[in-house]
């Protein structure tokens, strides 16, 4: 990894250690990692030949990860983000809080991860789960123009195409799984 900016909350060296490690195992040395928090549980996106947004030809991956609990204000049968929203309503608006995690992911339905559903337990998990996920495109991308530039790993079972979500679906479960074990 050639730069980190984090301001999600998680330390920057345990969002280090994580993109360090999946990043090993798929052979990548030459991206940048964007981490921040989310008004939902998780989500991604890989630029494999950089962005305008982040300024740079290398390949880019920003991580968005969930904070631990949702805030929302009600006030009778009315909610919101925020407690200006509420302004008008005819009750004085209360903040109810709720955790997030343990929050349930459904891969994409295709093929041998039909029917499932995964538990990530908390933010450390799911970044692990959304890195290897946005990290696989990376590797697809690499793998396809510069053999040179990733491990040389099989695709899943049941994958098609340059970009395959049912690959990066079962590379990040896996993923998630050799975590849990350490």
């Given at each position: 990894?050639?730069?980190?900016?984090?301001?999600?909350?998680?330390?920057?060296?345990?969002?280090k250690e994580?993109?360090?490690?999946?990043?090993?195992?798929?052979?990548?040395?030459?991206?940048?990692?964007?981490?921040?928090?989310?008004?939902?549980?998780?989500?991604?996106?890989?630029?494999?030949?950089?962005?305008?947004?982040?300024?740079?030809?290398?390949?880019?991956?920003?991580?968005?990860?969930?904070?631990?609990?949702?805030?929302?204000?009600?006030?009778?049968?009315?909610?919101?983000?925020?407690?200006?929203?509420?302004?008008?309503?005819?009750?004085?608006?209360?903040?109810?809080?709720?955790?997030?995690?343990?929050?349930?992911?459904?891969?994409?339905?295709?093929?041998?991860?039909?029917?499932?559903?995964?538990?990530?337990?908390?933010?450390?998990?799911?970044?692990?789960?959304?890195?290897?996920?946005?990290?696989?495109?990376?590797?697809?991308?690499?793998?396809?123009?510069?053999?040179?530039?990733?491990?040389?790993?099989?695709m899943a079972?049941?994958?098609?195409?340059?970009?395959?979500?049912?690959?990066?679906?079962?590379?990040?479960?896996?993923?998630?799984?050799?975590?849990?074990?350490?």
């Open positions: 990894m050639k730069r980190l900016r984090n301001t999600s909350g998680i330390p920057d060296k345990k969002v994580v993109v360090d490690w999946i990043g090993g195992t798929l052979g990548l040395s030459n991206f940048d990692v964007e981490c921040r928090s989310s008004q939902h549980s998780f989500a991604g996106r890989a630029y494999t030949h950089g962005s305008t947004y982040h300024s740079s030809r290398r390949p880019f991956v920003v991580l968005r990860v969930g904070t631990e609990t949702v805030d929302r204000w009600h006030a009778g049968n009315k909610s919101a983000l925020r407690k200006s929203w509420l302004a008008s309503a005819p009750q004085p608006a209360v903040k109810v809080s709720k955790n997030r995690f343990p929050c349930f992911v459904r891969p994409y339905q295709y093929r041998q991860h039909k029917g499932k559903r995964y538990v990530l337990a908390n933010r450390l998990e799911t970044l692990v789960y959304l890195a290897a996920h946005e990290l696989r495109h990376l590797w697809q991308a690499a793998r396809l123009t510069d053999r040179r530039k990733s491990a040389p790993l099989p079972w049941g994958s098609k195409g340059k970009y395959s979500e049912v690959d990066t679906e079962a590379f990040a479960i896996h993923t998630l799984r050799e975590w849990r074990r350490q």
